[in-house]
């Protein structure tokens, strides 16, 4: 083999694969498909929060019968859309339980008239009294799910926290508070669907997991597997909010499609996308840590509760990540996180890239800095006393096999940052006065990738190969692309694998009637968990090749071909199967919540500069540095895109996304007033990543996806921190909330 010796497309900048369809417009989006006598849907929406439906009231001056009208009653099966357990009613049955859940479905063709009679639907709703934060959740002051408000609740403890904090010789307490995030992905969700006698439910839209929906639509349908089926079209992006949402608008869209017999789509504007689907889970921490006199950890006790809104669906799951990383990558002999989702009348929160470990990881890192403070010493010589390093065990008693060396990373950081110089140089002109401040922050952190604990093992994910006569490899799973490189990086694999060119790698479209099970397209599991499968896949392909005898062992690419169509003459069809199984030496405790939680992780230091203006309180990131090991990079630009766009999304989570609540409700659904970052807002990111190569994982790659979202926030609080000598505990630092802080300081 050609490929032993170097690679010849790993760590090379592959084009991405649907690249020019995406740039030259021809990419079809899920709003770009028609069908003949299509009708379109819209949903009616609760106005109130949480209270018994006494009516609905269909107004005047529309020609309702011309209209396809849904209600749950018209739910041929089972009234839920089925993730974790089945709480959540597909359309509202008798009572709602936060604002903008779906109540009746309309179709009808003409778009415009749609919108008129869905303005003419009122929903009489009786109201209950209402809870909106984790406070009243966590007090009970009504209890709306369940018996005591909980979704879901871990302890993580390892050692004896309590015992220990008692011989501590420094404790340092904090609270420390994250909002929620809207995920705005280009294009907002869509879906269409047809329903027929024949072939049962098909939907096409825009997701990130085809197998969620198809096991939504299962039950809702009441059909068996083969009689449902779920397309990806091209994804605008999907950042965790095209996870769970999708079964929602797909059995919305479908019921429709049912109903009226017609191809029915559904598209939300971006007002509706943003109130009624998911965003980040806004979330409190409270730390109390000991340590000794020098600043080592001696116990850390964590309480992290994240609002889960009026449903559980994925809120177990994003609280399980979130608590496991409470700790970070520090060494400390007693630890105890407790970890809970609680229930509260918003819209559920769901997932959003990161998923749980950016709230956590940026009270911690905050609450570090807060600590060397009192300690005394400089929050770098914190960290290195502290640090985590192999053969030692995390909060979660999971041994560290990998070379990790975050004191590396970090004097890596600081070297292309000039951190050190900086923060002096900064202190010293602060001092002076002025109106701008500057400063000078960083976050050490880490992100395991994967699903967490036994869930790779639950999923047993599946992808397959299949090769033409022509010498063509197609891959098939059910992972998908969404701007973050799956198609290139599985043809960079499969291609390397195989000692073929990238052009003979064609992907098929994520299809549950083509492709197998690969699992979600989510946890940042793509390329290390599926790509590795890929990679298997085409390594079986070549064997059969290479033991049929029709192709040497150390052949050139272009004798693949003429091999594949021998085979396909002499033995039939050229494919292969691969199936995930579990490293026999990962255990996962579910009961303790030990054990090897992730099956590697990727570890970074990330220095945010920024200035401050003392006079209207707004913060400019002015440079960032992001440094990091996630194993080999498959390919340099699809990568520092990922951190590029991570710490994007990172600047506008610390400064400008501002969820604004009203009752339960997003008053600020609109781009004008929701602020996120643009370009002018952007600073040059400086990506470096320290390539250790991860033995198992594909060409030795681990995964990047959701790492950068972790420590930007806390490395630009750090900064504001240092920049102002305010003492940041709540994100977003937008300038009315620094504003505030700044007039009680000099108060
Ligand atoms: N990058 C782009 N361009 N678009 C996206 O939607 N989603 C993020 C991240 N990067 C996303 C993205 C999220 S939430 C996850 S979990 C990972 O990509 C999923 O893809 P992976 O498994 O290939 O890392
Ligand atoms: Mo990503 S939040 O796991 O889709």
Known sequence: MTQSTTARLIGKPVQRKEGREKVTGSARYVDD???????????????????????????????????????????????????LIEDQPCLADGVVN?????????????????????????????????????????????????????????????????????????????????????????????????????????????????????????????????????????????????????????????????????????????????????????????????????????????????????????????????????????????????????????????????????????????????????????????????????????????????????????????????????????????????????????????????FTGSGEEYLASEAAMEATPEGRVRVLAGSTEMGQGTNTIFTQIAAEALGIDADHIEIVQPDTAHVPNSGPTVASRTTMIVGKLVESAAKSIRQSLVESGLLKLDYSAPEFGPACARYIEKCGALKSFVKYRQPKDLHWDDEKYQGDAYGAYGWAVYVAEVSVDARTAETRVDDFVAVQEVGTIINPVLASGQVEGGVAQGIGLALYENVVWQQGRMVNGQMTNYIMPTSMDVPPIRVHFEEVPYERGPAGAKGIGELPLDGTAPAIANAIAHATGIDIRKIPVTPEALAGLMETVHA
Request: net charge neutral.
């Open 98 to 450: 936060h604002p903008e859940e779906a109540v009746v479905l309309l179709a009808h063709r003409d778009k415009y008239l749609l919108e008129e009679a869905r303005r003419a639907v009122r929903i009489d709703v009786d109201p209950l009294p209402a809870i909106f934060t984790i406070e009243d959740s966590l007090a009970k002051k009504e209890i709306i799910w369940g018996d005591d408000n909980i979704f879901k609740s871990f302890l993580v403890e390892k050692g004896d926290a309590d015992a220990a904090m008692a011989t501590a010789e420094v404790i340092v307490e904090g609270e420390y508070e994250t909002g929620a995030q809207e995920q705005l992905y280009i294009e907002p969700q869509g879906m269409i669907a047809q329903v027929s006698g024949a072939e049962g439910v098909t939907v096409w839209g825009s997701l990130q997991c085809p197998y969620y929906v198809h096991k939504a639509l299962k039950g809702i349908f009441g059909l068996p597997a083969e009689r449902i089926r779920v397309v990806q079209t091209e994804t605008g992006g999907g950042f965790g909010g095209k996870e769970e949402y999708p079964s929602m608008i797909a059995a919305h869209s479908a019921l429709l499609a049912l109903k009226s017999g017609k191809v029915v789509k559904m598209i939300y504007d971006r007002a509706e996308d943003m109130a009624a689907t998911t965003k980040r889970h806004p979330s409190r921490t409270r730390h109390r840590t000991g340590l000794t006199r020098d600043g080592k950890l001696v116990a850390m006790d964590i309480d992290f509760t994240i609002d889960g809104g009026a449903y559980e669906t994925l809120s177990p799951v994003v609280l399980s990540r979130g608590t496991i990383h409470a700790a970070g990558p520090y060494l400390c002999a007693n630890v105890r996180v407790r970890g809970r989702a609680v229930a509260t009348n918003m819209p559920p929160h769901g997932a959003f890239r990161g998923f749980g470990a950016p709230q956590s990881v940026f009270a911690l890192e905050r609450h570090m800095d807060r600590i060397a403070e009192t300690v005394g010493i400089a929050p770098d010589e914190l960290r290195r006393r502290n640090f985590i390093h192999q053969g030692e065990t995390l909060a979660v008693s999971q041994v560290v096999r990998e070379k990790v060396d975050m004191e590396k990373l970090m004097n890596r950081a600081f070297e292309l940052s000039d951190y050190h110089a900086k923060r002096e140089r900064f202190c010293a002109e602060n001092a002076r006065g002025g109106a701008i401040k500057r400063g000078i922050g960083f976050a050490a952190f880490l992100h395991g990738a994967g």
């Open 33 to 83: 498909i028609t069908f003949p006598d299509m009708l379109h849907g819209a949903t009616v929406r609760s106005t109130v929060p949480r209270g018994r439906i006494a009516g609905i009231h269909f107004g005047d001056d529309i020609p309702w019968n011309e209209f396809t009208i849904v209600t749950a009653k018209d739910i041929p099966a089972k009234n839920c859309v089925a993730l």
